[in-house]
Nanobody, 123 residues
Framework: VQLQAFGGGLVQAGGSQTLSCVASGGNFRMYNMGWFRQTPGKEREWVGAVSRSETRSYYADSVRGRFTISRDNAKNTMTLQMNSLKPEDTAVYYC?????????????????WGQGTLVTVSS
């Protein structure tokens, strides 16, 4: 499956941004989907994930209550709605797909990755 993430940009602290991930070339419904982010010199950080069935979402403590992940299996898309953004949310955001049976927080569990989209939150 090929993934393409887009929607990044510059946003002021306290603002909102929506990222999208579009999948092609595979059966989107078969994959648990996740969002990760990375800043220079740091390891890729799990942001959250959504199950195959669209019914369950999971979040890192750092974003819970501010970010919402959803997916539309009919449209092969996943969305990351980010609210109340903070400067520390600045990162390149990646979407990823995992064929594991359970939703995972580790990058190694995801075999397919989008190209990343930069979100910059100004203070």
């Amino acid at each position: 499956v090929q993934l393409q993430a887009f929607g990044g940009g510059l946003v002021q602290a306290g603002g909102s941004q929506t990222l999208s991930c579009v999948a092609s070339g595979g059966n989107f419904r078969m994959y648990n989907m996740g969002w990760f982010r990375q800043t220079p010199g740091k390891e890729r950080e799990w942001v959250g994930a959504v199950s195959r069935s669209e019914t369950r979402s999971y979040y890192a403590d750092s974003v819970r209550g501010r970010f919402t992940i959803s997916r539309d299996n009919a449209k092969n898309t996943m969305t990351l709605q980010m609210n109340s953004l903070k400067p520390e949310d600045t990162a390149v955001y990646y979407c990823a797909a995992s064929s594991n049976l359970i939703t995972s927080t580790t990058p190694a569990s995801y075999a397919y990755w989008g190209q990343g989209t930069l979100v910059t939150v100004s203070s």
